[in-house]
């Protein structure tokens, strides 16, 4: 059975849960693609439209397949305070694409957070699973440099 109809036959719930379902869908594909949409519909029971509005709407769902390192990029309070927008700026720079891109080599995604539970380190930034902390200008080729092998 194809991924997508395991995630499916998992979610087949009264009343159904739309976010729920492209949240398992996108964990097991690594996105919820559109042409997705009308199985995922149909599973539910529920409209294409219905389905379509939720993954609109939240921004969290990707419909593109994300790059090789997802960066999650905290814009939280802490790191706001302590330059996260220029480690921003240097980043976007950097990559060649904005938050919600995937850069064109397809290795890199980014994203933003709102807090990693590392206020202490702020500026902060997740590549993969890994938390890194004073995320900023200078060290920033050195960081990406561990992640392009
Ligand atoms: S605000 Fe960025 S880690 Fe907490």
């Known amino acids: 059975m194809p ?5 499916l036959e ?8 739309i976010l729920a379902t492209l949240q398992k869908v996108q964990a097991t594909l690594g996105y919820v693609p559109h042409t997705a949409v009308p199985e995922i519909a149909h599973a539910l029971g529920v409209t294409d439209s219905d389905v379509a ?3 609109s709407f939240y921004h969290d769902l ?9 960066i999650r990029f905290c814009l939280g309070e802490s790191c706001l305070a302590a330059g996260a927008e220029k480690s921003l700026a240097a980043i976007e720079k950097k990559l060649g694409c904005e938050l919600g891109e995937t850069t064109k080599d397809k290795r890199f995604t980014l994203e933003k957070v709102y807090c990693l539970g590392n206020c202490a380190l702020s500026p902060c930034a997740m590549i993969g699973e890994d938390v890194h902390g ?3 200008p200078k060290t920033l080729a050195d ?3 561990e ?3």
């Open 3 to 7: 991924p997508l109809a395991q995630v």
């Open 143 to 145: 960081l990406l440099k």
């Open 10 to 17: 998992r979610c087949a719930t009264t009343p159904p849960n």
């Open 62 to 70: 990707r419909t593109e397949p994300p790059g090789k390192h997802t």
């Open 53 to 55: 509005g939720v993954l």
């Open 134 to 136: 004073r995320v900023l």
């Open 147 to 149: 992640y392009k092998k």
